[in-house]
Structure formats: C-alpha cells, structure tokens
C-alpha cells in the first residue's frame, strides 16, 4: 500500500510540474507585441513593448526556478531525503511536537536559503533592469531575518498546538483545531495590519488636505463610516502601486501605497478607494474569511481520516509513523482538491472584483476607475494579453481589458452624488 501512495505522490508532483508548464506555453503564445486597439492613444507603444520584455524575462526566470524547485522535490522523493531528515531527527529526539518543529522548521530554512539566490535576483536585477526595485540590501536582509523570526514565533508556535491537540484529542482533533485556526484567522484578518505590517514598512494616517476631504466626502455619500485612511511606504522596496482594504468592524482600515498617490490624480484615488469600498458594502471580505474558514475545516476533516494510518510515513520511507511525516503526504496528496478549490475561489474572487468595479462605476465616476486602472496597468507593465485558460487557473483579478469592458457596459445614474448604497 505505501508504494502504491508513493507512486500517487510522485505522478502528483510530475502531474503539477507539466500543467503549470503547459500553462505557461499557453500564455507565452497570446503575446504580441501589436498594442491592442481599445488601449491605442492611451498606452503608450514603446512602454506596451517594454511590458512584453518584461513578461519575457519573467517567464524565462520562472521556467527555471520552477525547474529547480521541481528537481528539488523530486529528488527528496526518489532518493529518500524526507525519511532521512525523519530519521536524523530521531537522534536528538522522539517528542512529537519537538519532531514536528525541527523537520518542518530545517526544511522550511533549507527551502529558504535555496530560494535566496533566486530572491536576489529577481530584486535586484530583473525589477532592477526595469525600473521597479526599490529595496536596498539592508531592507533586503533584514526582511529575511523578520520573516524568519515571525516563522519561528507565529508559525512555529501554531504548529506546536496543533500537534498538542492531535496528541491529546483523539477523535476530536480536527474541530478543536479548526477552532483554533479559524480564530488565528479571524484575529489575522482584523490585527494584521497593527500588528504584522508595521515591522515591515511605516503606515502613516493621511494628511489632511483635497485628496482626504474628497475620499471622506465620498465615504459620508455612501454611509461609509471611515476612520482610518493610511499610507504605506510601498516606496520602500518597489516602484509598483497598489491599495487594498484590511479589517472588520471598527478595525477596518484603506491603505494606499505611497506611489498609487504619487502617480494617480486625486479623481482617480478616490475611485480606486471606491472599488475597495465596494468589497466592503458586498461583504466580500467577510465573504472571503468564512470561505477561508470552511477550507480549513475541510482539510482538517480529511487529514484526520487518514493522518493515523502508518502507510503515509511508510510512502516517503519513514518505518515510524509521524504526525509530521503524515501531513507532508497528506499535503501532496490533498493537491488535487485544493486546486479545485483554488479555482472556484479565483472564480468567486474575479466575479467580487468585477461587482466592486461596478460598485465605484454607479456610486462615483466609471471613467476614473477606467483611467487608474489603465494607469496602474501601464505602470506595473501587466499582461494585457494573458491566455484564457492561464486566467482560469491563476487571475484572482479579471484582466484589464475584460475589466473595461465591463466598465464600459455600465450605464451610471444621471446624478451620481445623490446614491448612498445599493
């Protein structure tokens, strides 16, 4: 039976490899270095070309680091490195929650430290060959050493409950633990941005002036109760924009990246505000949480069938069966589902986007929304071509030019000030 699981494993992993290949086969071939009709006089042709050599190096970069990370797990499998770092963590100990955390912890910083030659290049060469890194080497390292520190702390930590659990619940595991992490997410989702961002970048209340009065007006029209508008020093480490929503209830807070206000007039911050507004009137982000909660209970509910049975260690060549060793083949094997379900959330998510456009198209101005999103796609050299089934697989957010299509199909009331909430 463990052989068989083995072979699973490894078709599994090949499985993944070839269609993400595949994939990306397909998108390379809608790249054309023609600008698309509905976007000439408004993008500029030698930045559209500049956009393609960008995805052209991004790909080449991506077709081998996703070459090595697959060499990498492929060899772990074949030549029995899983069983041997089990094994090897058996000498100093056989506490299951001690186990837990130096074989997921030494993979995790092996993975790390082999991925950071890749990071370094990616940063400072190709965002640099292109005008958008911002990060310098001291920024660079320290993320590292903060990242690995929060690893340690926050994920070290809520895995060593979770084996606690498993140890001393029996039956009842996966709902106490669900409990727990459905809690860590709900606390995540409102704390975040307190707790977590302010160890990376500064986020500082904006100042007072037209850009505020004219997103608090907008917030007042559409019964948004806003205390807090932020700005984040995204300028810090890249010259990309961005803005995003975080919190519930009286935690909510808009956060918008230092160079979306540098490089958008104010017309269009508001509507980039207003699309954000719009998740928050159509619940999407309590919408997202929820989901996210019943995922995980889900995976927990299965893992808990088969987490006890001894086959899942045997299968990577583990003797001794492992709480740590049966969620690694648990994890793999759990890969097709959670594509499935990967893909209904991209659906749910690109139909959420598509309802927060129109939400700030009806509720203030459409051809705002139109320019900073064309102004945000040019400045970030986004795909304007990517291929249909790429967009089915991996676009949380519909493409640009299907965005303004849709956009364009609205039909906004006469007198847009007077409309409060739909």
């Known amino acids: 039976m463990a052989q068989y699981i083995f072979y699973v494993i490894l078709i599994i992993v090949i499985l993944d490899f070839l269609l993400e290949r595949f994939l990306d086969y397909l998108n390379r071939s809608y790249w054309s270095d023609e600008l698309p009709a509905v976007l000439e006089g408004i993008y500029d042709p030698d ?31 074949l030549l029995g490195g899983f069983a041997f770092l089990d094994q090897l963590i058996r000498q100093f100990t056989i506490h299951p929650v001690l186990m837990a955390l130096l074989f997921f912890g030494i993979l995790g910083f092996i993975a790390d430290l082999l991925g950071t030659p890749f990071s370094v290049y990616a940063t ?71 707790l977590i961002v302010p160890l990376f970048n500064k986020q500082t209340p904006l100042e007072p002036g037209e850009l505020r009065d004219a997103i608090e007006t907008f917030a007042a029209r559409v019964s948004f109760r806003l205390k ?55 619940k999407h982000t309590l919408a997202g949480i929820i989901t996210s909660v019943i995922q995980t209970g889900l995976m927990l509910f299965i893992l808990s069938l088969f987490l006890d049975s001894p086959e899942l260690s045997r299968a990577l060549g583990s003797p001794e069966p492992s709480f740590h060793m049966g969620v690694l083949v648990f994890g793999i094997l759990y ?50 071509r990517p291929h249909p089934a790429y967009v089915f697989f991996y676009y949380s957010h519909p493409p640009l030019l299907k965005r303004l299509e849709a956009i364009s199909d609205i039909t906004p009331p006469d007198h847009q000030e007077g409309n409060t909430d739909e």
Request: hydrophobic share 45%; glycine share 6%; aromatic share 14%.
């Open 47 to 77: 930045r559209y070309k500049k956009s393609q050599q960008y995805l052209q190096t991004n790909h080449r970069f991506s077709q081998i680091t996703e070459t090595f990370n697959f060499i990498l797990v492929a060899g772990m499998l």
């Open 124 to 194: 400072f060469v190709i965002e640099e060959r292109f005008g958008f890194n911002k990060t310098t080497v001291r920024t660079f390292i320290l993320d590292k050493i903060k990242g690995w520190f929060l690893g340690l702390i926050i994920g070290g930590g809520l895995l060593a409950l979770i084996v606690w659990i498993y140890m001393f619940t029996g039956a009842w595991f996966w709902l106490i633990a669900w409990g727990v992490i459905s809690f860590f997410t709900v606390f995540m989702a409102m704390f975040y941005s307190n």
């Open 228 to 282: 807090d508008i932020y700005v984040i020093d995204g300028s810090k480490r890249s010259a990309k924009a961005n803005a995003y929503f975080t919190g519930l209830g009286r935690k909510k807070r808009i956060v918008l990246y230092d160079t979306l206000i540098k490089d958008h007039p104010r017309e269009e911050l508001v509507a980039v505000l207003a699309h954000e507004v719009g998740h928050y009137k159509k």
């Open 335 to 384: 890969t097709p589902l959670s594509l499935a379900l990967g893909l209904i959330m991209n659906i749910v998510s690109r139909k959420h986007e598509y309802a927060a456009d129109r939400y700030a198209s009806v509720h203030y101005r459409p051809d705002s929304l139109k320019d900073a999103l064309i102004r945000l796609s040019v400045n970030n050299l986004s795909n304007l």
